[in-house]
Each structure stands twice: as structure tokens, then as C-alpha cells.
């Protein structure tokens, strides 16, 4: 287990914006937070954030990472999947057409 300002240390680097929201909440908690008042101050519900430190004191930090969802798998490549604005446009160009306002 991490304290809390290790935890705030690592939420700074290169995560997902809810891993790194999970850890400062729960950085918060250890400090004496409540789960709510931890919550407000990331912009997370508090029972996400009470789910959140449970799994963190049963399994540690790498609990906090977003899990599979379930559903049907994604079909789109990589490049598709970066926007629909940008797959229109790159089609469009291609066929010389021109769009005026937004999708």
C-alpha cells in the first residue's frame, strides 16, 4: 500500500483520467477525507469512490485501472475510432465534396 502522497505523486503521471481521479480520491481519503467530500473534490461519485478504496485495500493499486466492459467488442480500427468528424472529412476530401457546419 502506498501512502497518500505517493499515491498523488503517481496520479500525475501518464494514467487515464479516472485511474488518476481514483487515486487522488482515495489520496484524499487516507489523508481524512470523507469518502463524499473526496469525491467532490475529483469530480467522482462517492460510492465509486468507496468501490474504488475497497478494491485498493484488497488488491492494490492496479485494481484502480478501468476494467473490461461488457457488450459487444468495438469493430472499429484504430484509425476509425478517433472520430467520426475526422473519417467524414477524410471522405469527403476524397471525393471532392464540401461540408459546411458540423456533424
Known sequence: MFSAKELKSR?????PALTAK???????????TS????????GL????VGDAA??????GLDCLKDRPRSGR?????????IGPNRITTDLD????LRLFGTL
Open 11 to 15: 496520479a500525475k503521471g501518464d494514467l
Open 22 to 32: 481514483r487515486m487522488l480520491a482515495i489520496a484524499d481519503a487516507l489523508d481524512g
Open 35 to 42: 469518502f463524499t467530500a473526496a469525491a467532490r473534490a475529483v
Open 45 to 48: 461519485e462517492r460510492q465509486a
Open 54 to 59: 475497497k478494491r485498493y485495500n484488497a488488491e
Open 73 to 81: 467488442p468495438c469493430r472499429l480500427c484504430a484509425e476509425q475510432a
Open 93 to 96: 476530401v476524397a471525393r471532392g
